[in-house]
């Protein structure tokens, strides 16, 4: 029943930055995982960043360039995106996992994120 909504995609050239904000409808738990994940035409959706805590995990893709971060006092997470790549063209996608049984997941509808040349 955790609903998320996702904000900040668009366009943007290659080597600029976008920032994505996922908000929950309700406060994330120190044992919840948040991450976001990415999915381009005809492609598997693939993990981008997970965040447990303040505990981060990254693709190597993307480490380095993407910081994924939470901001429990508005129950967000943000993906923080520099140095973007035309390869980083992709519908991203905010999930939600409880730390604690029973498990639940949530999704966010997804933001397209699109960079150009």
């Known amino acids: 029943q955790v609903q998320l909504v996702e904000s900040g995609g668009g366009l943007v050239q290659a080597g600029g930055s976008l920032r994505l904000s996922c908000v929950a409808s309700r406060r994330i738990l120190s044992g919840d995982v948040m991450g976001w994940y990415r999915q381009a035409p005809g492609k598997q959706r693939e993990l981008v960043a997970t965040?447990?805590?303040?505990?981060?995990n990254y693709a190597d893709s993307v480490k380095g360039r993407f910081t994924i971060s939470t901001d429990i006092t508005k129950n967000e997470v943000n993906l923080q995106m520099n140095s973007l790549k035309l390869e980083d063209t992709a519908v991203y996608y905010c999930?939600?996992?409880?730390?604690?049984?029973?498990?639940?997941?949530?999704w966010g509808q997804g933001t397209q994120v699109t960079v150009s040349s």
């Open positions: 965040i447990r805590g303040r505990n981060t």
């Open positions: 999930k939600y996992r409880s730390g604690w049984p029973p498990v639940t997941d949530a």
